[in-house]
């Protein structure tokens, strides 16, 4: 059959015509927008989280929470809603979830006092009609013995009596915060500790904020538990040489018993409090609590962890600088 260059003409209008009209019917379809919450937002990890989020969603569908908004007026400036969340303070926390639909619980700083804060955010949340909480908790909660790991599994229960779907992120070490210890270890030539010959999957804040915000972002309903720790471990005596090969002298790694690691601690002018958890978890690192090979971490960032002597080496760098 042959077509005229009329008829032509006329078959594409028709055809543009309709495709018009359905680009139309689709731009007039009313799209729900989805509202997430991170709690604890003006801390390291819930920037890094509310700044993976902004690269998806809109800033009007990203709640921070936070116990003084004013810390966070740049973010309302770039549209972010910023709302008062203190976990002591119940009558705060119903309202600031107003609306949200996915909500990340990043545990409290507070040892001791976290069991009973994050009831309450739970509590808070089922009333509000949050739709999906993901909590930050511990590598391995369910067996891990460190004393830190109590409070999370107190936490990992109420979510799961609650009723509302979640996802369990366990979190492994910061990378950040051994390399706080390098700048005295290069000092006196030792990195001391108690975790013997322990392996530590540990990774960067960044790659547990993109973690958490791509459980937020992916809308999934389902039930699940991450273990999350760096593609690649290491010992602190592999942690110390690395240490001397970045600053170019040699530090070795010291390895105490416990109490002679808290008494350190302790002497470096740290609360007693805090000088028996630091020193108590290293010492139950050494039994592997604080490792995982699963590699679950990348695979939920869709990358490869950021190496941990990458991460050690931007400390020495951001200390001389």
Known sequence: MRWSFPKLTFLYVLLFRKLGAYLVSINSVKVENIMYAVTGASGQLGRLVI????????????????????????????????????????DTLEPALAGVERMLLISSSE????????????????????????????????????????EHRATEAAIKASGLPYAILRNGWYTENYGMSAAAAIEHGALVGSAGDGRISSASREDY????????????????????????????????????QIAGRPVV??????????????????????????????????????????????????????????TLADALKSRQG
Do not use: C
Not at 271 to 285: Q, T
């Open 51 to 90: 700044d993976a989020l902004l690269r998806t969603a809109r800033p009007s569908d990203i709640v921070a929470l936070v116990r003084n908004p004013a810390k966070l007026s740049d973010l309302a400036a770039r549209g972010v809603v910023v709302r008062a969340f203190d976990y002591d303070a119940p």
């Open 111 to 150: 040892v001791g006092s976290r069991e009973a804060q994050h009831k309450a955010v739970i509590s808070a949340a089922k009333t509000a009609g949050v739709g999906y909480i993901a909590y930050t908790s511990i590598l391995h909660a369910d067996v891990n013995p460190m004393n830190l790991a109590v």
């Open 209 to 244: 904020a993109d973690a958490a915000a791509a459980v937020l972002i992916d809308g999934s309903a389902e039930t699940r538990v991450f273990e999350l720790a760096g593609d690649d471990a290491f010992t602190l005596a592999e942690f110390a040489a690395a240490i001397g």
């Open 253 to 310: 790694y010291q390895d105490l018993p416990q109490d002679d690691y808290r008494r350190i601690l302790e002497g470096a002018g740290l609360p007693a409090s805090i000088a028996d958890m630091l020193a108590e978890s290293d010492a139950k690192a050494a039994t592997g609590s604080l490792f995982d090979d699963g590699r679950a971490l990348s695979a939920l960032i869709g990358r490869p962890t950021t190496p941990w002597r990458t």
